[in-house]
């Protein structure tokens, strides 16, 4: 039971007359790697904003990490240890990267001078690099403005940011979307470096060959629903578009849509 | 900074490209300016025999013409006070329009709070309050001053922050408050005759280095501390900042309570140095020290720039000002002039940030 780390029930959240999810029941086992895929419009994102605390539910019940929880906001889920990285990168272009990788959270020295205490620049500096020799995200300078990147840096910086912390779940939304083939290798090896450490996710992505490549299993939404949930070694690309697209829905889900 | 001179991953970077500072372009832009009115004395035929910035009479012990850059200095110092907060208001994505009535109101009440009780043996024409305000230690109306800023301030911030009104407007609002407020206070009357100790405070030289010593303070808080960093991170992108668990809200009371209060404090110097108060101070200040930022390359989208850059635009804009006097250009044409400069700047910035932009 301890196992679980993420379980929803029966988790539903209406647009006043859209009913953009509708009773996803949903588990994440500890060290597990799991792909949220379907059409646009299947509810995936929604899906994504009611854990995260960007939204509020409608219904249903989130359990995180063995406890009933009720989010308020994105900073309170990341608190209790949910990392996520939004399609639309939460960074500050005119600061450079230890600065981002920090924000909120910075290490500070003279912490008896309030919000007036000093940053501990090398220190940052230093956790850093580690950080991202780590998850092995190449930056020329680290030194350079968000702003002087280009867009798979910037991606590279935006998940570098919740790999370098320890947390109890990483959630990703489309993260190679706007990426060209090295930096989407890069990020890939991003992700394979949380699954060594043993660290949970949820990958929201279309692209067939990475969900194959990376994950262990496939949970398939379509108009709001769930509708299929395949362990990999039992499915292959195929199967997947039939689900995606309606053409099959898997027993246990008969009757969902 | 060895540990910066590589990048991860095995990926190098070439130390020499590191950005050029943009300081350094504003530091280049004063001794343009500085020679282009040195030339102008030497050439304009009006002009016999005067050096913008040179002792060109043998009336000081060194070659340069030490009055007009102490005058200079002088000049800018006390608007540079309230440029200083200014930039951390502009940093953080926002605008201080009333920093000038301010020093008007602060003005005003804090004067009324360092009275003498006699004037040459005579009875203070101007006095406000009654016998118990007269002769009061320093340290009463200078506090009195950065409370009523820290008010004024927190007033500003807390409407901008949790009513979400445009900056511009908050401040307007309270541009028109301050500058009543400074009127009503003795109905329009000035409030002189201040005690020996508080004239002390702006006598001489001292706006200058309380301009520097300001000056320092402040570059070390926005480079080097918490709240520096969250101050650009606002400025830059103020969703981000929220997500990452920044108290936006507070922090944005804390920025327009410290720019206040550095107008407050500009305010007491300035009636300290004139030795007497009046409702009409500080008239044009908020925007000649929105310009000092500026020209310093502060960037009116918030999220750049910098003290030192401030400082920098300060001294341009003084050197403009008395180089306008020096080569005896009508005072009309004058402020026309600087309207022009305050323009150019904002449009140079304006092309280096879409220069920067179309490079990556």
Known sequence: MSDIILETKSLTKHYGGVHALTDANFELHKG??????????????????????????????????????????PIQAREAGIETVFQ????????????????????????????????????????????????????PNIRNTIRNMSGGQRQCVAIAR??????????????????????????????RTLKEAGEPL??????????????DRIVVFRRGR???????????????????????TAPEYEGAA | MAETKHGTGGLKFDEKKRSWPNELNIFIALIVIIAIFEILGQTLPYMNDQSFLFDSRGRFDSIFNEARLRIIILQVSIIGIIALGVTQVIISGGIDLSSG??????????????????????????????????DLPVLIPIIVGLIFGAIIGAINGTLIAFTKIPPFIATLGMF??????????????????????????????????????????????LKYTLYGKHTYAIGSNEDAARMSGINVQR?????????????????????????????????????????????????????????????????????????FTYIKLDAYFQLMAMGAIIISAVVLDKVRQERAATRT
């Open chain 1, 202 to 215: 949820i990958l929201i992505s279309h692209n067939m060959r990475q969900v194959m490549d990376l994950v």
């Open chain 1, 32 to 73: 597990e790697h799991v792909a949220i895929m379907g059409d646009n419009g299947a509810g995936k994102s929604t899906f994504v904003r009611q854990i995260t605390g960007v939204e509020q539910r409608t219904s249903g019940t989130i359990i995180f990490d063995g406890k009933e929880v009720h989010f308020s906001g």
């Open chain 2, 251 to 323: 922090h944005k009371v804390l920025v327009y309570m410290i720019a206040s209060m550095l107008a407050a404090f500009a305010a007491i110097v300035l009636s300290s140095k004139n030795l007497t108060a009046q409702s009409g101070m500080g008239i044009f200040y908020e925007l000649y020290a929105i310009a000092m930022a500026v020209i310093g390359g502060v960037s009116l989208t918030g999220g750049r720039g910098s003290i030192i850059g401030t400082v920098l635009g300060a001294m341009v804009f003084g050197v403009i000002q008395s180089g």
């Open chain 1, 88 to 139: 639309t990168l939460a960074l500050a272009d005119d600061l450079d990267v230890p600065d981002n990788l920090f924000l909120g959270r910075e290490k500070t020295k003279l912490d008896w001078l309030g919000p007036f205490r000093f940053l501990d620049y090398k220190g940052m500096r230093e956790a850093t690099l580690a950080g991202l020799e780590k998850t092995a995200v190449k930056i």
């Open chain 1, 162 to 191: 919740t790999a370098t912390f320890p947390s109890k779940l990483t959630i990703m939304d489309e993260p190679t979307a706007a990426l060209g083939v090295q930096e989407t290798e890069q990020v890939e090896n991003i992700i």
């Open chain 2, 101 to 134: 009535p301010l020093v008007g109101a602060t003005a005003m009440i804090v004067m009324s709070f360092a009275q003498t009780e006699l004037v040459n043996g005579n009875p203070n024409p101007k006095a406000v309050f009654g016998q118990w305000a007269f």
């Open chain 2, 176 to 221: 028109l408050i301050c500058r009543g407020l400074a009127q009503a206070w003795t109905r329009g009357k000035p409030v002189s005759f201040p005690t020996e100790g508080y004239t002390q405070i702006g006598a001489g030289m001292m706006p200058v280095y309380w301009f520097i010593g300001l000056a320092v303070v402040f570059h070390i808080i």
């Open chain 1, 226 to 248: 769930i509708v299929a949930n395949l362990k990999k070694e039992e499915t292959d690309g195929q199967d997947v578009v039939a689900y995606i697209t309606g053409a099959k």
